[in-house]
């Protein structure tokens, strides 16, 4: 009788996980080329399309990656994001430099240098797919 018990238990389960499969998001094909830039209401609106989600939930998305971007690259953060397959965003500290005197490259007469305070570079390097899709 045990048996039995735990033979029906699984059925719905797999029932349920072939539904589940069914009602998930279908691979998302090569897209046409798109020839216009995309501000955030236009993005919005053409990742709706693409994916059949609503506008909320894209929205809710998009925040929630720029806010995880802003955590990653902010002074407590790693100070590096990655989006596996697209880029990778990293902060750099630049320090500071002092004045110095130095050959004025242009003129070729010397001249002093002014000092420069600490700053932070951010840097984003796209990943080979990217790249292969701008040639």
Request: avoid cysteine; aromatic fraction near 6%; glycine fraction near 4%.
């Amino acid at each position: 009788m045990a048996t039995a018990k735990k033979a029906t238990a699984k059925k719905p389960a797999k029932q349920a996980a072939k539904a589940a499969s069914k009602t998930a998001a279908k691979p998302v094909t090569a897209l046409k080329p798109i020839k216009e830039n995309f501000n955030k209401t236009s993005l919005v609106n053409h990742l709706v399309q693409a994916s059949g989600a609503d506008a909320k939930t894209v929205k809710a998305v998009l925040g929630s990656l720029e806010a995880t971007i802003h955590a990653s690259l902010s002074k407590k953060g790693a100070g590096a994001f990655t989006w596996p397959g697209v880029l990778k965003i990293t902060a750099l500290q630049v320090p500071a430099k002092k004045a110095r005197k130095g050959i004025d490259p242009f003129t070729k007469v010397e001249r002093m240098f002014a000092a420069k305070p600490a700053s932070v570079k951010v840097k984003a390097r796209f990943f080979k797919k990217v790249k292969d899709a701008a040639l």
